[in-house]
């Protein structure tokens, strides 16, 4: 039984961990990644923030634009620990295409799931 | 002159009657709890006032004590829904601190959730209402509770936590049903109360009808044999001796008929519901003619003129002492407010009496008033004012339609139709 279960979770966790986009691979996580920063967190201090999907699209554009500490969600420590962004040479067009793909890829919504419920996992 | 076959037969039924009073009398005085009509009366009136005044105070009252419930119980149930979206909150905020995946959103036993984000859109949850009441708190839609939770921060991406729960109706019908028995026994209750407080209220009233009852009871008792006495020595006087005195001799008669009908109306009254009646045919054609011949010495008294109309073999079914009593009481009117030498007309088809009188007549707003008991509109004849009381009582009995009309200087036509 138990392990059926586990085969289960293996198996779900493999459906789920998804390839990276390579726009997200390219323009986001390559230099994430040698910089140690975590881009999950950051998705999730957006979402707090901001909320929406449009709004953090929008403020990241803004922001990548123009990466000053002043215009960051991120509190001022942050960036005491790790080094401030340097603006992207990328044209606009390529920047909105990576954000939402960027978007896509963390996107909360698609991670949620219902375990046990009473109703079906599908929303009424 | 003394109809001779009258006077026997009203001395023999008078005797019948005494006999009868003694008998109900006897029975009423055993049976002390019997309720009078006009206290029966008085006493459902009362009680009709009072349960329905305290039934719509009490319905008040339980409406308002049923609103004020219902909110305790909807507080209640509300802060169960609050309490859970603080349970889910909580598992939201370690949630969105949480990078495994998947992410299990938080499921409660009996209660439903959803987040949505700045712009009301829905991002997850374990039900979708279509309907959401953004501007509120706490809200019923149909049988369901909702709890809606603006959050801040927005674990998430979620701005707005709506929680919803079924709702429990076992505490409202609890509710209901004790307010249902609260009512039944307090009506209950207050019936009583009512009854006896009702009681204790019309007992002067029973004890001042009871001794005028009984006044009555005593009066005609003593009433009767002297009455007896002298119409059946006028008899004898009249068989026996030529008297020089005829005029006097009748004012003594028309007295004594007087009396004796007086004596005859208090026993009617006295003995209205008590009182066995037997239902025959009648030969009211032939009734008519004997009740006239009855009062001839008072209408010759009167030098009233009148006229017959009787058609013949008019039966009707109905007691022989209700019949009298009717006639008796239509005539002695209209003998007794008839001017001297005036007219009286007497009309008998089937299925119709009409008797016309002259006189003053009364005034169309008192035809009304003078059927009650013990009122008239003219008080310069003698009497109780029972007459017209006794007619519409025995007309109801009977289902008789009875109509007087009159009006001030006019003729009073009494109608009865059947």
Same mark, same amino acid.
């Given at each position: ?39 999950? *967190?950051?998705? @999730? @201090? ?8 449009? @709004? ?21 420590? *942050? ?38 419920? @009473? ?6 | ?18 006999? %009868? ?57 509300? $802060? ?50 279509? %309907? ?20 801040? +921060? ?13 709702? $429990?109706?076992? +505490? ?129 008294? %009167? ?18 002492? $209700? ?51 013990? %009122? ?34 006019? +003729? ?7």
């Amino acid at each position: 039984m138990v392990n059926k279960f586990l085969i289960l979770v293996l198996f779900a966790t493999l459906v789920q961990s998804k390839e990276v986009p390579p726009l997200v691979q390219q323009n986001c996580l390559n230099c994430h990644m040698q910089q140690k920063i975590p881009s999950e *967190f950051i998705y @999730r @201090r957006y979402l707090m923030k901001l909320s929406t999907k449009e @709004r953090i699209k929008e403020h990241l554009f803004s922001y990548l634009k123009n990466p000053e500490i002043a215009n960051s969600i991120m509190p001022k420590q *942050f960036f005491l620990k790790f080094p401030k962004k340097k603006a992207l040479d990328l044209n606009d067009t390529l920047l909105e295409e990576s954000i939402e793909a960027y978007l896509d890829y963390f996107d909360v919504k698609k991670k949620l799931r219902l375990k046990n419920h @009473r109703t079906a996992t599908t929303p009424k | 002159m003394i109809k001779h076959s009258v006077v026997p037969s009203v001395k023999a039924r008078s005797k019948i009657e005494v006999v %009868k009073v003694v008998r109900v009398v006897n029975f009423i005085n055993r049976q002390a709890i019997v309720m009078l009509s006009s206290e029966k009366r008085s006493l459902i009136r009362f009680l009709i006032i009072y349960l329905s005044s305290t039934f719509v105070l009490f319905a008040l009252g339980t409406y308002i004590f049923y609103n004020f419930q219902k909110h305790q119980i909807m507080d209640s149930q509300n $802060d169960k829904l609050q309490l859970k979206s603080e349970h889910i909150l909580q598992k939201l905020r370690e949630l969105h601190q949480t990078f495994d995946q998947p992410l299990f959103y938080p499921n409660e036993p009996s209660f439903d959730s959803a987040i949505y984000n700045l712009d009301k859109a829905y991002i997850f949850g374990t039900f979708n209402p279509k %309907k959401i009441a953004w501007d509120k708190e706490f809200y019923q839609d149909g049988e369901k509770l909702f709890y809606l939770y603006r959050m801040k +921060p927005y674990y998430l991406g979620a701005v707005y936590l709506l929680v919803g729960q079924d709702l $429990d109706k076992k +505490p409202f019908e609890a509710l209901v049903r004790m307010l249902v028995l609260f009512l039944i026994g307090a009506g209950v209750l207050l019936t009583l109360l009512g009854f006896f407080l009702g009681r204790l209220f019309t007992a002067p009233m029973r004890e001042s009808i009871e001794m005028m009852d009984r006044f009555i009871e005593d009066t005609t008792h003593e009433l009767n044999t002297p009455v007896s006495t002298i119409l059946s020595n006028i008899e004898l006087i009249d068989t026996l001796y030529e008297c020089e005195g005829k005029t006097e001799m009748k004012r003594i008669e028309m007295a004594s008929k007087t009396l004796s009908r007086l004596y005859e109306d208090l026993t009617f009254l006295k003995l209205n519901h008590n009182y066995h009646r037997k239902i025959e045919k009648l030969n009211l054609s032939n009734l008519l003619i004997e009740r006239l011949a009855f009062y001839d010495t008072l209408i010759e008294a %009167k030098a009233i003129k009148v006229v017959k109309d009787i058609a013949p073999d008019v039966f009707i079914e109905m007691d022989h002492n $209700d019949a009298i009593r009717l006639l008796d009481n239509i005539f002695s009117n209209a003998i007794k407010y008839n001017y001297k030498s005036g007219r009286i007309e007497v009309t008998l088809t089937a299925g119709k009496l009409e008797i016309i009188n002259d006189g003053e007549g009364i005034r169309k707003e008192d035809i009304r008033l003078i059927q009650s008991r013990f %009122k008239r509109a003219n008080s310069s004849e003698g009497g109780f004012g029972i007459g017209l009381d006794i007619i519409g009582q025995i007309a109801k009995r009977y289902n008789f339609k009875l109509e007087i009309i009159s009006d001030t200087n006019q +003729p009073t036509k009494v109608i009865l139709s059947w």
